[in-house]
Each structure stands twice: as structure tokens, then as C-alpha cells.
T-cell receptor
Framework: EPEVTQTPSHQVTQMGQEVILRCVPISNHLYFYWYRQILGQKVEFLVSFYNNEISEKSEIFDDQFSVERPDGSNFTLKIRSTKLEDSAMYFC???????????FGPGTRLLVL | SQQGEEDPQALSIQEGENATMNCSYKTSINNLQWYRQNSGRGLVHLILIRSNEREKHSGRLRVTLDTSKKSSSLLITASRAADTASYFCATGRDDKIIFGKGTRLHILP
């Protein structure tokens, strides 16, 4: 069964460094999302992406964040200058055109020191 | 906010018993979904119920939705040790999902 995949599974970085989190959505899906979950808290929506542009973004998704679909398969989340409070599990999700279900990847655990 | 809020926050039951978790939300929705998360792992989609549906089944899962009360319930029948996880209700509207805080379910052997 097709799955959303994410790399790396874990990333440790120093505060102020840039990180890029990578996702490969399910191949025929057209809608892509990033969510995050700070340890012990609920999963929060960050951004949705369709047709090579952002559809919606939350207040969390400030100028330090950006998303890109650099080729036909990858979907990336970049954090330009990481802060301690960016430490979280980041989930990518994708959805089929006309579908209602978002399918989530296994997540990338980001730790900012 | 249209976030879902699950009740109870934590639930421990004996293996073989049924587990019921409830969710309430605040605004209109297109659908309501339940996800499972094993400790520190990814989110697994369990079931989706549309706003015009009242009940849905999938294997040992039964979901109900009452849009007049803005509430949903998830019933897991004949629980197994492998059902130990956190369960989240998530409301869908305008193409984003709003998650609740989850119910931590622990199945005792």
C-alpha cells in the first residue's frame, strides 16, 4: 500500500541553523500538508500546498518557514533559522484530488539545541 | 476554534473489553476523522465520517457523529494489547485538519 515517507526520521541542529525536512507524498496525490506536534501537545496545522502554491497557512508558519515542491516527487519544509521552540515532530501529509482523507507520514523528530 | 476535544484524557481497560472515547467540537465541519498514534510515532488514519452520516463501522471500530450536539464517539470492541495508543479526533473543514488533545488508551493484559 502506498505510503507517505519522510526523511530524516530524526534531526538534531543548533539554534540559528537552517534545516530542510523532506517528504515524498503518495504518488498520485495533489494536495500536501505540514503539521507539527510539540512533545506532549496536540498536532497543529502549519501549511497546505496545491498546484505549486500555498493554499493556507497558520499563524505558526511565519517568515522563517517555507515549503517547496522541487521536483515531481518531493515536498520540503525549510526552517531558515531554527529556534529552540521549533523542536517538535513534523508530519507531512498528502491527499488525493477529490478525496477527504489526509495520509500522514511517520514524522521527523527535530531537536534544536 | 473548531478543535476537537477528547474525553477522557486517559483510559485503562482490560484486554477484551470495549473502549469508548468521545470528542466534542465547536464549529461546523465537513467531516470528522479519528487517528491513532503509537507512542512517539506517526499518525495512522482510522476512519472518517462525513457530516451527513450518523454512524460508520470499520472492523472493530464504530464511530458515531451527532452534528446537533457537535460530538462524536469512537468505540473499539474486543480490545487488544496492540490497541494501546493515543487516539485523536480531528475535524476537517476548508482543507485542514484540527486535532484534539487525544485520549491515551492503555489495554491491560
Amino acid at each position: 500500500e502506498p505510503e507517505v515517507t519522510q526523511t530524516p526520521s530524526h534531526q538534531v541542529t543548533q539554534m540559528g541553523q537552517e534545516v530542510i525536512l523532506r517528504c515524498v507524498p503518495i504518488s498520485n496525490h495533489l494536495y500536501f500538508y505540514w503539521y507539527r506536534q510539540i512533545l506532549g501537545q496536540k498536532v497543529e496545522f502549519l501549511v497546505s500546498f496545491y498546484n505549486n502554491e500555498i493554499s493556507e497557512k497558520s499563524e505558526i508558519f511565519d517568515d522563517q518557514f517555507s515549503v517547496e515542491r522541487p521536483d515531481g516527487s518531493n515536498f520540503t519544509l525549510k526552517i531558515r533559522s531554527t529556534k529552540l521552540e521549533d523542536s517538535a515532530m513534523y508530519f507531512c501529509a498528502s491527499r488525493l484530488w477529490g478525496g477527504e482523507t489526509q495520509y500522514f507520514g511517520p514524522g521527523t523528530r527535530l531537536l534544536v539545541l | 476554534s473548531q478543535q476537537g476535544e477528547e474525553d477522557p484524557q486517559a483510559l485503562s481497560i482490560q484486554e477484551g473489553e470495549n473502549a469508548t472515547m468521545n470528542c466534542s467540537y465547536k464549529t461546523s465541519i465537513n467531516n470528522l476523522q479519528w487517528y491513532r498514534q503509537n507512542s512517539g510515532r506517526g499518525l495512522v488514519h482510522l476512519i472518517l465520517i462525513r457530516s451527513n452520516e450518523r454512524e460508520k463501522h470499520s472492523g472493530r471500530l464504530r464511530v458515531t457523529l451527532d452534528t446537533s450536539k457537535k460530538s462524536s464517539s469512537l468505540l473499539i470492541t474486543a480490545s487488544r494489547a496492540a490497541d494501546t495508543a493515543s487516539y485523536f479526533c480531528a475535524t476537517g473543514r476548508d482543507d485542514k485538519i484540527i486535532f484534539g488533545k487525544g485520549t491515551r488508551l492503555h489495554i491491560l493484559p
